[in-house]
Nanobody
Framework: VQLVESGGGLVQTGGSLRLSCTTS????????IAWFRQAPGKEREAVSC????????FYADSVKGRATTSSDNAKNTVWLQMNKVKPEDTAVYYC???????????????????????WGRGTQVTVSS
């Protein structure tokens, strides 16, 4: 099962980006859809999540106030909008899905990376200084 990310590319510092995540394999309704990112030489880190069942969201401190994640269950799509991007936002961004993680997401957490069963292949975001 594959999730598909899109919307990455080259963005100038201070600009905005909007990433999309979708799949044709299953309905996102009732899942937590999280965005992770991995910069070269660094561990994969969670950025945001949304419980598509109740709409609750949670963000990492590094993007809080700059990022918004949203979903449209009819389109089976989740978005990550990030404003005022910084060079340190440069990374490969992945979306991931897990049904259990929705409880973590609505309670103020991401759950565990290894619990996310479905992943995309990632989209590169490069922020130029």
């Amino acid at each position: 099962v594959q999730l598909v990310e899109s919307g990455g590319g080259l963005v100038q510092t201070g600009g905005s980006l909007r990433l999309s995540c979708t799949t044709s394999a299953f309905s996102f309704d009732g899942y937590a859809i999280a965005w992770f990112r991995q910069a070269p030489g660094k561990e994969r880190e969670a950025v945001s999540c949304i419980n598509t069942g109740d709409g609750n969201t949670f963000y990492a401190d590094s993007v809080k106030g700059r990022a918004t994640t949203s979903s449209d269950n009819a389109k089976n799509t989740v978005w990550l909008q990030m404003n005022k991007v910084k060079p340190e936002d440069t990374a490969v961004y992945y979306c991931a899905a897990d049904s259990l993680a929705r409880y973590y997401c609505s309670s103020g957490g991401f759950g565990y990376l290894k619990e996310y069963n479905y992943w995309g292949r990632g989209t590169q975001v490069t922020v130029s200084s």
